[in-house]
């Protein structure tokens, strides 16, 4: 990927990665576009988890939440 967003279980943004080479100063436009589809990536990915890890609770515990 161009462009990697990592976030923690709080879904704060902790770092963002760019492969510099392959923009030209042209692209802000597609970048801005590319961190903002890698932010709602990670943020799926910490909803998956969240999910899975929960489901195990859910499971035993329903109407609880």
């Known amino acids: 990927s161009n462009v990697s967003v990592t976030i923690n279980g709080s879904g704060v943004v902790t770092d963002v990665k760019f492969n510099i080479d392959s923009f030209e100063k042209e692209d802000i436009d ?7 589809l ?6 799926k990915q910490l909803d998956n988890v ?13 109407g609880l939440f």
């Open 50 to 62: 969240t999910e899975s890890k929960m489901g195990a609770f859910t499971n035993v515990m329903p």
């Open 38 to 43: 890698a932010f709602n990536d990670a943020k």
């Open 30 to 36: 597609m970048l801005e576009d590319m961190v903002m």
